[in-house]
């Protein structure tokens, strides 16, 4: 039992990439989150329910070491003071249903009810880069020996002209017209999304 509670300890420390300072913490998080997992020997209840007769709840269990915001209750605050402060999840609080977060600047582990974590960010895994901030860069191989395909005039053949029709041609006129004023629609827009941005 020692070695799975540090495995999922040392696990649950390298998928957020926290510091090992707060193994203490993981290490109280994998013994919670082990005591509400369904065992090889009791594959149909927990410890947890073994122990205390009732089935535990699980909607409350984020991400270790998620970064995000507590709520600060009014009575520990003056009207004008932050409702929140940056934190970072460390578990779970043992005499009360909170969580206990890591107070990114006053450096204190605190207990807070109302956490709101981002739990997608992990090492950076997900691309948070836009398109306008990205650039695509397409290289070609110049293969030795290749040869470029030569390009020959033929004699216009009237019959094949005379089925393709008129029609077929303004089709994809208005079709590249109005893909141009999408795109042109959408940087008046982004303009003036960030000219609204510039002016608070």
């Given amino acids: 039992m020692n070695r799975t509670i540090m495995e999922k300890a ?3 420390l390298h998928y957020k990439g926290v510091s090992a300072m707060w193994w203490a913490e993981a290490v109280n998080t994998a013994v919670y989150l082990i005591n509400r997992s369904t065992k090889s020997m009791h594959s149909t209840t927990t410890p947890y329910e073994l122990s205390f007769m009732d089935k535990p709840r699980l909607n ?3 991400v270790f070491g998620s970064i995000g915001y507590a709520h600060v209750d009014k ?3 003056t009207k004008l003071e932050a409702k929140s402060f940056k934190c970072m999840f460390l578990g779970y609080a043992e005499d009360s249903k909170g969580y206990r977060v890591y107070d990114l600047e006053s450096n204190k582990v605190k207990v807070s009810r109302s956490v709101k974590l981002d739990e997608r960010e992990v090492n950076d895994i997900y691309d948070t880069t836009t398109e306008e901030d990205s650039t695509i860069i397409y290289v070609t191989k110049d293969v030795e020996g290749s040869a470029l ?3 020959t005039e033929q004699p216009a053949d009237d019959g094949l002209m005379d089925s393709v ?4 041609v303004e089709d994809v006129e ?3 017209e109005s ?3 999408l795109g042109q629609e959408l940087t008046t827009y982004q303009r003036a999304r960030d000219r609204r941005w510039m002016r608070i």
Avoid at 165 to 168: I, W
Wanted: aromatic letters at 4%; glycine letters at 4%.
């Fill in 10 to 12: 040392r696990s649950t």
């Fill in 60 to 62: 409350h269990l984020p």
């Fill in 75 to 77: 009575s520990k605050r």
């Fill in 149 to 151: 395909p030569e390009w």
């Fill in 165 to 168: 029709g008129e029609e077929a």
């Fill in 174 to 176: 208005m079709q590249v």
């Fill in 179 to 181: 893909e141009s004023s």
